[in-house]
């Protein structure tokens, strides 16, 4: 069964940063993708970052690019989101996702952030306070 647990949602002052994880279990990802979703009440849910779960490729929605870095630690079956510099407009609940087909290409693979992805986590809020 898989499960997705994500961790590290807080409240913060415009400018901060949080750090999230998400501890990956009963899936292997290594040939699909993983990534961050957020939702908003009254917006629709946004991708915010994706990763290729062989390693490499990463990509990020415009409104983090910069900002917030992806990573996976496979040793550790771990995803994680840095997030610096955090805005009043970053505040949402945050998803943990994975399992949607990545687009092959000559240097590797590449994992969309605008997606339908098949597991999430249960989310995790994040506040940003001006």
Not at 11 to 40: I, P
């Given at each position: 069964?898989?499960?997705?647990?994500?961790?590290?949602?807080?409240?913060?002052?415009?400018?901060?940063?949080?750090?999230?994880?998400?501890?990956?279990?009963?899936?292997?990802?290594?040939?699909?993708?993983?990534?961050?979703?957020?939702?908003?009440?009254?917006?629709?849910?946004?991708?915010?970052?994706?990763?290729?779960?062989?390693?490499?490729?990463?990509?990020?929605?415009?409104?983090?690019?910069?900002?917030?870095?992806?990573?996976?630690?496979?040793?550790?079956?771990?995803?994680?989101?840095?997030?610096?510099?955090?805005?009043?407009?970053?505040?949402?609940?945050?998803?943990?996702?994975?399992?949607?087909?990545?687009?092959?290409?000559?240097?590797?693979s590449y994992c969309?952030?605008?997606?339908?992805?098949?597991?999430?986590?249960?989310?995790?809020?994040?506040?940003?306070?001006?």
């Open positions: 069964q898989v499960h997705l647990v994500e961790s590290g949602g807080g409240s913060v002052q415009a400018g901060g940063s949080l750090r999230l994880s998400c501890v990956v279990s009963g899936y292997t990802y290594e040939r699909n993708c993983l990534g961050w979703f957020r939702g908003t009440p009254g917006k629709e849910r946004e991708g915010v970052a994706s990763t290729f779960g062989g390693g490499g490729d990463t990509a990020y929605a415009d409104s983090v690019q910069g900002r917030f870095t992806i990573s996976l630690d496979s040793a550790r079956n771990t995803l994680y989101l840095q997030m610096n510099n955090l805005r009043p407009e970053d505040t949402g609940i945050y998803y943990c996702a994975a399992d949607w087909p990545p687009t092959p290409y000559v240097m590797g969309s952030t605008d997606a339908t992805y098949k597991y999430q986590g249960q989310g995790t809020q994040v506040t940003v306070s001006s």
